[in-house]
Every structure is written in structure tokens, then in C-alpha cells.
């Protein structure tokens, strides 16, 4: 049991440094593909530490969802608005904004770490077992039913308005 | 392991998608800052899900979360893109910068 929680430990620590430095590649490469491709790598990671989580339908869901189609969408918007496909320099803001952001998201980070370092001190999960895919779909066809239609009809206006958006007349 | 280390670990992200938000320029960036913050939220969702899930077994709400949270980013993303593409036939540049006509 012990070996198997220093196992999970260690699992988490390389995913979430390889989930971090991906996450910062995106928001500073010069590289429009690069960025996309650095997204895939954030993804994917989030997916792994989901099934740390035992959480193995989210899991799956984010490979299919994100990795399948949002970043082919993606894609597709960076070759559709033809971008340069080498480094480009022109893709930041000026220095003023991108110092208020990283004064911004520092600081943010600072409360947000303080109080959850303060508010969950050493919470640990207890005997984390494996949510099964039965139990979740249950829970959405029962409680979650009307949500779940709601987002139907979302999906069906969001595809709707894309096309009315995207299409040339 | 500790409920914190996923909390934390999604302040991270979060932190650099808001960054990534305010200091990009190029439409599509800013998208996938946002799919970053995103995704954020749902490592949070899922967490506090399992950390529920352990006392209470047939309780997978943070997981129900999750995947609505994953349907509604990529209908966003959808739609954003779509606006992106518009924008890029009128201006010839999804530079958010240049999106200044309001400003009369």
C-alpha cells in the first residue's frame, strides 16, 4: 500500500512538471504550431493525473474531446488564418501588458496558494477508489438529466451559430 | 497523496492561462490560454470529486462537472474560432489589438 502511494506520488510530481513547463511553452512560444502542439502536451498530462484520480471516464473523455477534436480545431484555425508557420515575433502584446499580466497572475497565484494552502492544510484523499463509468452515467441520466438536455440544446446552438459565423455569403 | 498537491497544481495553470490571456495578441493564443484555464477548473472538479468519492462512493458529481465543463469548452471553442476565422476575412489579422472599430 505504501509502495503503491510513494508510486502515485512520484507519477504526479513528473506529470505535473512536464503539465507546467507545456503550460508556460503555450503562453510564451513564438511559434503558433509549437503553442498547439505544447497544448497537447497539457492535455494529455491532465488526462494522466485524472486517472491518478481514479476518474477513468473524464480520463477517456479528455483524450476523445480535447486531444481528438480541439486541437485538430485548433490546427485548423492556425493553417485557416494562415499564420506564419515559422517563429513569429509579432504575436505578444507590448511589454507594459505583458508585465501586468505576470504581476497579475502572480498575485493571483500568491492568494490562491495561500488560501489553499491555509484552508486544506493536509487533506489527504483516504482509500481513493476507482469511480466506475456505470455510477457516472447513472448519476447523469438521474440527477444530472435536465443539465444534461440543457447541454444538448448548447451544443446544438453552438454548432448552428458557427456555421451562420464561419460560412461566406 | 494529499488533496492539495491537485489544487495547487491547477492554481498553477490557472495563473498561466490568465497570464497567457492578458499578454497574447493573436486570437488563436488567447483560445488556447483559455482552454488552459479551463482545464484548470476541471483538475480542481475531478479532485475534489474523488476526494468526495471516498467517503461517499456512489457520489461522482465532480466528475458529472467535469465532462459538462468539457462539452461547454468545446462548444466555445467552436464558436470562438468561427469568430476568429470572421475576423481574419475582414481585417486580414486576428491580432485582438487591431479589433478596435468601438473605439470611434
Not at chain 1, 513569429?88 to 494552502?117: C, R, T
Not at chain 2, 488533496?3 to 488563436?28: H, P, W
Request: hydrophobic share 60%.
Amino acid at each position: 500500500m505504501l509502495a503503491l502511494l510513494v508510486a502515485q506520488n512520484i507519477a504526479f510530481y513528473i506529470i505535473a512538471a512536464l503539465m507546467v513547463v507545456g503550460a508556460l511553452r503555450v503562453v510564451t512560444c513564438k511559434n503558433l504550431m509549437h503553442a498547439a502542439l505544447w497544448l497537447v502536451l497539457v492535455l494529455a498530462g491532465a488526462a494522466a493525473q485524472y486517472i491518478l484520480l481514479a476518474s477513468e471516464f473524464v480520463a477517456i473523455t479528455q483524450v476523445l474531446v480535447y486531444l481528438g477534436a480541439i486541437i485538430v480545431l485548433f490546427l485548423f484555425g492556425v493553417m485557416l488564418t494562415r499564420a506564419k508557420t515559422g517563429t513569429d515575433e509579432d504575436l505578444d502584446n507590448k511589454n507594459s501588458a505583458k508585465f501586468i499580466g505576470g504581476g497579475v497572475a502572480v498575485l493571483l497565484l500568491g492568494l490562491m496558494g495561500y488560501s489553499l494552502i491555509d484552508g486544506f492544510k493536509d487533506t489527504e484523499f483516504g482509500n481513493l477508489m476507482v469511480q466506475r463509468t456505470s455510477e457516472v452515467s447513472d448519476s447523469i441520466f438521474s440527477t444530472y438529466l435536465i443539465p444534461f438536455e440543457v447541454l444538448s440544446v448548447l451544443l446544438l446552438a453552438a454548432l448552428i451559430g458557427a456555421i451562420v459565423i464561419a460560412r461566406r455569403d | 497523496m494529499y488533496l492539495n498537491q491537485f489544487l495547487l497544481l491547477a492554481a498553477i495553470l490557472f495563473c498561466i492561462g490568465v497570464y497567457g490571456v492578458l499578454a497574447r495578441k493573436n486570437g488563436v493564443l488567447v483560445l488556447m490560454s483559455i482552454e488552459l484555464i479551463l482545464n484548470a477548473v476541471n483538475i480542481n472538479l475531478v479532485a475534489f470529486g474523488a476526494y468526495w468519492n471516498a467517503n461517499d462512493n456512489t457520489n461522482v458529481s465532480g466528475q458529472v462537472f467535469a465532462l459538462f465543463v468539457i462539452a461547454v469548452a468545446a462548444a466555445e471553442v467552436g464558436v470562438g474560432l468561427a469568430l476568429v476565422l470572421l475576423i481574419y476575412r475582414n481585417r486580414q489579422s486576428i491580432d485582438i489589438d487591431d479589433v478596435d472599430m468601438l473605439k470611434g
